[in-house]
DNA sequence: CGTTAATCGAGACGGTACGTCTCGTCTTCAT
DNA sequence: ATGAAGACGAGACGTACCGTCTCGATTAACG
C-alpha cells in the first residue's frame, strides 16, 4: 500500500512534469528541473519511474481524461465523436511535442515502446471495436472489413497531420475524415 | 565554390552520420561520435550544419534514393506503386528510430520543422498530385475529393503503422490500403 | 536506564563499525554500511551517536584495550614499555587510516576535536607523568625539563612515522627513540 | 607547451582551491565549489587534476613558498631557522585542517601517499640533511646519531603538535624543542 | 613560385544534465 | 513503544556531450 507521503510526493513530481512537458516538450525536459519544481530529490524519481520516458508516460496520464466512445446509433455517430474527443485532446498546444518525443524514445527503448503503444494505441483501438461490430451488425459496414487496417485509415491521419505535416486538426477536418472513412468502410 | 577537399569531408561526415543514425537511432546520436567516426573536426561539422538536426536530416537525404511515381494508367496501380516505393524505403530496420528523432525535433525547432516537412511531406505529395488529377481526369475518383484529407488517408496509416502502432509495414498492407482508399475516393 | 535490547544493539553496532574502520578505513566508512553489517537501522545509530565521528570514536575504545605503564624502576625501561605498548597497537594494518581520518574531522569539527584529543592525547600523557616524575625525583632527567615539549618529543615521532613519513613502527625505533629521549632529558 | 588559455585557466582553479581549502578544510573541499569560484568547468578539473587529492596538494604547492635553511655556522641556528620558517608556515590558520585531511587521504590511497610525501617529507628530509652533516663534519653532534630518528624527533613533535594534541606551535616551543634536539644529538 | 589566407584535425574550455551515492531526517510496520 | 527497514529532500560525485574557442599543420588561390 502507497503511504500518505508517497502519495503526495508522487502527486507533486507528476504534476511538475506535466507543466514542464507542456512547457518544453518532451525533448527538452529535464529530470533536474522536474526535481526541482516538484521539491523533490533525483533519486526518488529514479526510484519510481526510472527515468524520463516512463515519468512522461505517467504525466500524460496523470492529466489526461478519458474519451468516451458513446453508442449514438450509427457508425457516423460514434466515430465522429471519438475522432472530435482525439481532436481535441491532441490538438491542444504542446501536445505534439509531447508526443513527438515519447515516439522517438519508443523507437530506441523497446521495454518503453510496449508501454507507450498499451497507453496511446491499443486503448483506443478498444474504443472504437465496439463500434465497428455495432456497425457490422446494423450492415452499416463491410462484414469483411480488415478491422486493423481500417483503425489505421481512422488514428492514421490524426497523428500524421499532428505529427508530420503540421496541418491544421479542426473540425473540417474531422468531418471529411469521417465521411471519407465510412466511404472506405462502406459494403 | 566548394574545393575538392571540403567536398571529401563533407561526404565522410555525411557517410559516417548516416551510418550512426542506422546504428543508434537520431536520439543517441551525438556530434563527436561523427566527428570521431569520420576524423573530423567537430567544428566542421557546426560550421556546415549548424547541428544535429540539419545533419541528420543531410544525411537522410544523402543516403535515400527517391521514389518514382510511374503513370500505371490507372489510380490503383499509380497508388501501389508509390505505397510500395515508401513501404519498401520506410520499412527498413532503424529508419523507424530515425525517423521518430526527426520528427520529435521537428516539434520543438521550428525551422527544422520547415525543412523536415519539405524533404518529407511536401515532396511526397507532388508525388500523387499528378496521378489523382489523372484519376479525376478519368473519373475514377470523385471530382469534388478534399485533396490534403485524401493525401492524409494514404500515408497516414503508413507513419502510423511505422512509428505509432508497430503493426508490419507488408505487402498484404499495402494491398488492403490500396483498397481502401480506392472505396473512400470513389465517386 | 538502558535496556537488554538496547545494549545488544549497541555492541552490535560498535563491533560492525570496528571490523568496517579497520576494512576501509575512517573516510570510507559510511553510516548506512554500519547499520546494514549490524542489521540495525541508521536513526538508531544517530539517535545513539549524532554522526560518524563519535561513532568511530565509540568503536576505537570498544576494540581497544588500554596500554599499561609498569613501574619498572629506571625511566629508559618505564619509556620503552610505554612505547612498545603504543606502537604495538598502533601499528597494526588499517589504524593509520583509522587514525588519519579521525584526525582530519578533529580538525573539522571543533566538539569532536576535543574528544579525540580527551582519547588520544590527555589519557596517553597521564601514562608517562607519573614515571617522569619518579625520573626526576632518581635524579635521572634534569628536573626543570619542559614537560609538554618532553611529551612532544616522545609522542611525536611516532605519530609522525605512523601518518605522515610512513616509516616502520618497530622495535628498532623504539629502541633509538628511547635512546635519544633520554639524551635529550638528560640533567 | 601550455598554451595561454591553459595556464590561465589552471591559476584561476588552483586560487580558488587554495582560498577554499582555506576557508573549509580539506575534507569540506568540493570539486563543484572549486569549479563555480574559479568559472571553469568541472571536466577541467577533472582533465588537470583527476581528482580532490591531487588538486589539494597542488594548491598547497601552489600558495606555499619554500622555507629556506640558511648556513648559519652552527646547528643550534640552522636547526632553529628550518623549525621556525616550518612553525611559521604551518602555524596560519586552517592549515591544520587542510594538512589533517590530506593526510587522512595518503592512508586511503596510495598512490597519493606517495606524492603527499614527496611533497611535505622528503623535501623537507633534504633541508636538515646538509645541516647535519656539517653538524657531524664540525664535532657538534654524534657521528653515529640515527639520521632518520633524528629526523623524526625534529619534525613529529611539530606535526603531533599541530595536528594531534593543538598545543601552540609558538616560538617558546622551537626554542625548547632546538634545545631538547640539540641534546638528544649531542655526542 | 612563393606568400597569404582559409580551412582542416584535434581537442581544451565553460557549461548542463546525467544517473549514482550518501547524507541526516522522517514514516511505517512488526515485534 | 522501540527498533529494522527504507523512502524522502538535498546535494556532490564523476561522466558524457554540448557548442565555442584556440591551436598548429595542410592546402589552395593569388600576387
Redo the contacts between chains.
Keep these: 500500500m502507497a503511504s500518505k507521503r508517497s502519495a503526495a510526493c508522487r502527486d507533486g513530481i507528476l504534476c511538475a512534469a506535466a507543466e514542464l512537458l507542456e512547457e518544453h516538450?518532451?525533448?527538452?525536459l529535464t529530470i533536474e528541473q522536474v526535481a526541482a519544481r516538484a521539491h523533490a530529490g533525483k533519486q526518488t524519481i529514479y526510484r519510481n519511474w526510472g527515468g524520463k520516458p516512463r515519468l512522461a508516460l505517467d504525466a500524460m496520464a496523470y492529466k489526461a481524461s478519458t474519451i468516451d466512445a458513446p453508442d449514438t446509433g450509427s457508425f457516423a455517430g460514434d466515430l465522429r465523436a471519438v475522432l472530435a474527443g482525439l481532436v481535441g485532446k491532441m490538438g491542444s498546444p504542446g501536445k505534439?511535442?509531447m508526443?513527438?518525443?515519447l515516439?522517438?524514445?519508443?523507437?530506441?527503448d523497446p521495454a518503453f515502446?510496449q508501454a507507450f503503444?498499451e497507453a496511446?494505441?491499443q486503448s483506443r483501438c478498444r474504443l472504437l471495436t465496439g463500434a465497428v461490430e455495432r456497425a457490422v451488425g446494423r450492415g452499416e459496414i463491410a462484414a469483411d472489413i480488415?478491422r486493423?487496417?481500417?483503425l489505421?485509415?481512422i488514428?492514421?491521419?490524426?497523428?500524421?497531420?499532428l505529427?508530420?505535416?503540421?496541418?491544421p486538426l479542426d473540425e473540417g477536418?474531422v468531418d471529411?475524415?469521417t465521411k471519407?472513412?465510412l466511404?472506405?468502410?462502406?459494403p
Design positions: 516538450g518532451y525533448l527538452d505534439a511535442a508526443l513527438g518525443g515516439l522517438a524514445e519508443a523507437q530506441t515502446g503503444r496511446m494505441v480488415d486493423p487496417v481500417l489505421d485509415l488514428y492514421g491521419p490524426v497523428w500524421y497531420r505529427l508530420v505535416s503540421g496541418e477536418f471529411v475524415l471519407q472513412v466511404a472506405a468502410a462502406a
